[in-house]
């Protein structure tokens, strides 16, 4: 019997005998019995984490509701904002378009003898000599090569040179190969403007063969002279620059188009004028 308990078993019992001593102290100064402190003591930390679990959920189902929310709210900005952008651009278009009428009327009152065909531009093509565009009114229209093109202020943009059943090229002003008799206005010196483009001014027309004499200044207005194919006095451009050309016996001046040709939606073909009076 001396030996009956190992060294072992003799520590276990004795921690045993303890924590029975030390559960039966707590339990009385507590009130809770021994089977509920074991459960309790082994449910409080499930508690725990299944407290922290559910905290955990319900955040992540918060944050979720609101996600979905801000991207339906994301979307219906995203629709209002074009709905806006939509309106806008027709509100321009249609503004650009009263701008034209009025343009057109004022025109028209000033110069009776016009006949005009409305046409807009469908394409548009240019290299380092050429400059043309393409417009949607053609021979069922009544359109012919040699008819010149304007806008509804009566700026020249060009003259016809092919056409089709429903189509027409318009070989513009900037064109190098066109050449048209001019006018500076307020002195009334006379030469040719031609597209800049084969001589390096694309963008540009130049006005040749006026006098040596010539007095030319800044901004002056240059308009047809008038003409089998072009009506007198209209809009080429304005004098940004001027100088003796090549020869040294001539002058020539540099001119920016009166119209922007390339952002031109619409212009106007005339069939019929009176170059007289």
Request: glycine share 8%; proline share 2%; aromatic share 8%.
């Amino acid at each position: 019997m001396k030996h009956f308990f190992s060294s072992r078993v003799r520590v276990v019992l004795v921690i045993a005998v303890l924590l029975a001593v030390i559960l039966a102290v707590v339990s009385n100064l507590t009130g809770q019995q021994l089977p509920d402190m074991l459960v309790q003591g082994v449910l409080t930390p499930i508690r725990t984490g299944v407290s922290s679990l559910t905290d955990k959920a319900e955040q992540l189902y918060s944050y979720m509701f609101e996600y979905e929310s801000l991207v339906a709210e994301n979307e219906s900005l995203k629709e209002e904002l074009s709905k806006v952008q939509a309106d806008a651009l027709q509100v321009d278009s249609i503004a650009r378009e009263n701008e034209r009428l009025r343009a057109l009327l004022d025109l028209t009152d000033s110069h009776e003898d016009y006949k005009l065909v409305d046409s807009y531009i469908i394409g548009s093509s240019s290299n380092e000599w050429s400059n043309t565009f393409t417009i949607n009114r053609g021979a069922n229209a009544g359109l012919k090569e040699g008819m010149c093109a304007i806008t509804a202020s009566g700026e020249l943009v060009g003259v016809i040179s092919q056409v089709g059943p429903n189509y027409s090229v318009v070989k513009s002003i900037l064109d190098s190969s066109l050449e048209i008799s001019s006018n500076i206005a307020a002195s009334g010196y006379s030469g040719m403007v031609q597209g800049g483009y084969s001589s390096g001014l694309a963008g540009l027309l130049r006005m040749n063969y006026l006098p040596s004499s010539a007095t030319i200044r800044n901004n002056d207005q240059v308009v047809t002279s008038g003409s089998t194919i072009y009506p007198r006095n209209l809009i080429l451009g304005y004098v940004v620059d001027a100088g003796f050309d090549d020869t040294g016996v001539a002058k020539f001046a540099l001119l920016k188009p009166a119209a922007d040709i390339r952002s031109l939606e619409q212009v106007f073909i005339i069939t019929e004028y009176n170059n007289a009076g």
